[in-house]
């Protein structure tokens, strides 16, 4: 619940208390009651959690009378039907970030006139462009406005829904949530030249998923950009009010090998425009808020799921790329090659337990195989009682999440805290020389089950 239902919620209850225990209320009862309603009409309007709650408040102001046994205990259920529901499926708070530094934010459409979009045979005009979002340390002020966490949300609704196998319905309040970030903040020149990192999301996935880690990086120092890879997306909403849809199903293809080579080499394209774009930034070739402010020496990638592999694969093509991580990442459409020969950079992956209960089965012993093979610092961890989606924000918006969607049973919060801090001291020790304790084995997190680890 959001501070404003606290006044709802106890005037309705003070309410049920004197009808269940007296059989009436009170006129001042009654008083109250209605202006909660209509002052929290007002300020927070309505959504779909309150509306028990809206129900049994007008039921109650329309009883004149003295109510017999049976409908005081039917009252006094449905009045804790409407606490049950709001907590359940919550506004959210995103976790406070820790860092020392104010959270910037900034939305980009960026379009590589360089590529034809393969996706869209249907229209051979198509160039390849995709949604960008970036987050940086910026100068605090006050009376600011936090940024939601999803815009377009009657687009994005039921893609959203479709995705996690419930009804859309249960998605129409996301756009109530605030992130701690604000829109187009200056950037805080204290912070100096900002090492990068990049963020790849998995395949249904958007980049709005890993936002407490793009915000737990950027108030620690760092310049985040995160994209949503166009089709691979759960959905792209453009400024213009067109969308790229999901179309990356492909279960049951008979060419679905050749289809997702062909899908992660777009998706390290993607990336290598990205950096491209830096490169044109810092330099001041493309004016942009950021402009100087970038450490191009110190650029990072991560992903999850197929975002994961397509982190591995760009570090493996682009020297520009200094340190990656994978996060429960999804190596099976990776190229035999990078398994078996590893990559260079310092190398972090981190993931659940097994993968048999996924509907993209990966084997477990994939990334145990590049891990030994990398030539460089290494890193293999596993979370202990974790799924595929508790490797992003998805944990935080239910405590009953992990009977819908794969999340497992680590406290929900617990879990996405521990991925963020192990990211985040990772790239640290890689791109700012900073020590980690937890991979250097001064602090022990009892969730992590470390493999060999090849320094």
Request: proline share 6%; net charge neutral; hydrophobic share 40%.
């Amino acid at each position: 619940m959001i501070k404003i239902d606290f006044l709802l919620f106890g005037a309705l209850l003070w309410s049920v208390y004197s009808l269940v225990l007296h059989g009436k209320i009170k006129k001042n009862n009654r008083i109250v009651l209605l202006s909660s309603i209509v002052i929290h009409y007002f300020l927070n309007g309505a959504r779909w959690q309150l509306y028990p709650a809206y129900f049994l408040s007008i039921t109650i102001l329309l009883i004149n009378k003295n109510l017999d046994k049976s409908f005081k205990y039917l009252i006094g259920t449905i009045a804790s039907f409407s606490l049950i529901i709001p907590n359940i499926v919550p506004i959210i708070s995103f976790p406070d970030p820790g860092g020392a530094y104010a959270t910037g934010s900034l939305i980009h459409h960026w379009v590589d006139e360089s590529r034809d979009e393969w996706f869209t045979p249907e229209n051979s005009d198509d160039k390849r462009q995709f949604m960008l979002q970036i987050w940086y340390p910026g100068i605090s002020q006050d009376g600011t406005d936090k940024l939601p966490f999803l815009d377009h949300l009657e687009t994005r609704a039921k893609t959203i829904a479709a995705a996690g196998s419930f009804p859309s319905f249960l998605a129409m309040h996301l756009d109530l949530i605030k992130t701690n970030s604000v829109y187009n903040l200056p950037p805080e020149p204290s912070a100096g030249l900002m090492p990068v990192l990049i963020i790849s999301h998995g395949i249904t996935g958007m980049r709005q998923l890993h936002t407490s880690l793009a915000e737990k990086f950027a108030s620690n120092g760092f310049a985040v950009f995160a994209l949503d890879h166009s089709y691979d997306a759960n959905i792209s909403v453009f400024p213009d009010g067109s969308i790229a849809d999901y179309r990356s199903e492909i279960t049951g293809d008979p060419d679905s090998v050749n289809i997702r080579k062909r899908q992660i080499d777009t998706r390290v394209s993607d990336i290598q425009f990205i950096l491209d774009q830096l490169e044109k930034i810092q330099s001041g070739a493309l004016r942009h808020p950021l402009n100087g402010y970038l450490d191009l020496g110190r650029i990072g990638v991560t992903g999850h799921s197929f975002g994961g592999s397509t982190a591995a694969l760009i570090a493996k093509k682009d020297r520009r790329v200094k340190a990656v991580s994978l996060i429960d990442g999804w190596m099976n459409p990776l190229p035999e090659n990078v398994i078996r020969n590893g990559i260079d950079q310092p190398f972090l992956y981190m993931g659940r337990p097994s993968w048999i209960d996924s509907d993209y089965p990966s084997s477990p012993s994939i990334s145990d195989i590049m891990h030994q093979n990398n030539p460089g610092p290494s890193y293999h961890v596993t979370v202990k009682n974790t799924r595929h989606l508790n490797f992003c924000d998805a944990p935080l918006f239910s405590p009953i999440g992990k009977y819908l969607i794969e999340i497992g049973d680590i406290d929900r919060k617990r879990s996405v805290e521990l991925v963020n801090q192990l990211s985040l001291e990772f790239f640290d020790q890689y791109l700012r020389e900073k020590r980690s304790p937890i991979l250097n084995g001064s602090f022990s997190v009892s969730e992590f089950i470390f493999s060999n680890n090849y320094k």
